[in-house]
């Protein structure tokens, strides 16, 4: 008798299948079990809840772009170890734990940035990859950040980020906090020149990504449900001595007072970003 792969019963929305066991998949949103296939035609969203799984820099670039139309700039850029970073009890330096990120993300820094075009309007794009180092920013990222705000002055063209960090690499120590007022600057360069930059917040976006040039486009969108803020709400809650409203680090919340102008979700994005790129792109 030939090998039969064993089969399980899942209860979907009150009727019982049998299906192969991995095709099926409990939502942490919503906590219903969706098809791992049907999340994935869906750009990683939920079609129950829209919960937004976390995807990969490339993955959003693929989702969002004109097919083809993706020219990746700066390759060379990577992190360096300017302080000789090493945790002294276990041995670990820092290019280990930079050669881990790589193999595990198959990413060279924690941004990729390029050409591209949305919905016919091209735009210099940039993508942060939280799956490398936890998205952090050092010396590398915010050189990149910076030269692809420098194409965007000389080809005088709007520029997107998608931001997803926990915010400065404490491997680069004070280099890495330096990287808030360059990329901050490369900001003030496009608002001098006259060209638009749009920053889009996804999750979890903190610490100074968000203090920096995430929190300083000229539209500031985000995915639902997005985590934002600079410090965690311990911490400001124990410097400040005060009770912090329930949520004031979500999306929504930013939203509702105005740090955010609009949610869009993933699904939408492309659509959204192609209307808004078409209005304010420099004639």
């Known amino acids: 008798m030939p ?6 019963f899942v209860s979907v929305i009150g009727r019982k299948s049998q299906v192969p066991d991995g095709m099926w998949m409990k939502c942490p ?3 219903q079990a969706v098809t791992r296939k049907e999340i994935d035609e869906n750009q990683q969203v939920c079609t129950h809840c829209d919960y937004h799984h976390r995807i990969g820099a490339r993955k959003r670039i693929e989702f969002l772009v004109d097919p083809g139309s993706f020219q990746e700039t700066h390759m060379g850029l990577q992190s360096a170890d300017p302080l000789g970073f090493v945790v002294e009890e276990t041995s670990y330096s820092y ?13 060279t820094e924690a941004i990729v940035t390029g050409f591209a075009s949305i919905e016919n309007t091209r735009t210099v794009l940039g993508a942060m990859e939280f799956g490398f180092l936890g998205g952090s920013m050092g010396s590398a990222l915010g050189e ?13 063209l709007p520029m997107v980020v998608f931001s997803s960090s926990g915010g400065a690499r404490m491997m680069e120590g004070i280099l890495s906090l330096m ?7 490369g900001v003030r360069a496009m608002n001098a020149a006259g060209v638009p930059f749009i920053s889009v917040l996804t999750h979890p976006t903190t610490g100074g990504v968000w203090a920096s040039f995430a ?21 400001i809650e124990g410097a400040l001595k005060v009770k912090l409203p329930e949520g004031f680090q979500s999306a929504e919340y930013q939203h ?28």
Do not use: W
């Open 215 to 235: 929190s300083l486009g000229d539209i500031i969108l985000a995915e639902p449900h997005a985590h934002i803020g600079f410090a965690g709400p311990r911490l």
């Open 29 to 31: 949103g919503c906590n």
């Open 179 to 185: 990287q808030m007022a360059k990329t901050a600057d």
């Open 144 to 156: 990149k950040f910076c030269r692809a705000a420098d194409d965007a002055v000389r080809e005088r």
């Open 256 to 283: 509702e007072y105005g740090y955010v102008d609009q949610i869009v979700s993933r699904t939408e994005m492309r659509s959204v970003l192609g209307k808004l790129l078409a209005y304010l792109a420099p004639q």
């Open 3 to 8: 090998f039969l792969k064993r089969r399980r």
């Open 95 to 107: 290019p280990k734990k930079v050669k881990e990120s790589t193999e595990k993300s198959g990413m």
